[in-house]
């Protein structure tokens, strides 16, 4: 059972990012799925959160209108569309499944000039 985080890296303000965590081991169709991010000297933060059809979507106020969570159950993924970022959203990113009680690896985010 496990979530693999993909897709951070080095960004500039205002650029734009696709993350991607593919999960294995449970069934991912019938599962939500969400977003969490940690920045440095923080604790983690709720980001984005999608029900298992992928038609309900919840965004944390600092990102609406910003950043768009999908899925593709075919391929048990789930992604996060980051655009429009702010150096703010530097964090490591992190999908999480709350059935399971599971966390992937994180994938880090920089956005800077």
């Known amino acids: 059972v496990q979530l693999v985080e993909s897709g951070g890296g080095l960004v500039q303000p205002g650029g734009s990012l696709r993350l991607s965590c593919a999960a294995a081991?449970?069934?991912?169709?019938?599962?939500?799925m969400s977003w969490y991010r940690q920045a440095p000297g923080k604790g983690r933060e709720f980001v984005a959160r999608?029900?298992?059809?992928?038609?309900?979507?919840t965004y944390a106020q600092s990102v609406k209108g910003r950043f768009t969570i999908s899925r593709d159950n075919a391929l048990n993924t789930v992604f996060l569309q980051m655009n429009s970022l702010k150096p703010e959203d530097t964090a490591v990113y992190f999908c999480?499944?709350?059935?399971?009680?599971?966390w992937g690896q994180g994938t880090r985010v920089t956005v800077s000039s």
């Open positions: 999480f499944n709350s059935v399971r009680n599971i």
């Open positions: 081991g449970f069934t991912f169709s019938t599962s939500d």
């Open positions: 999608i029900n298992s059809a992928g038609a309900i979507t």
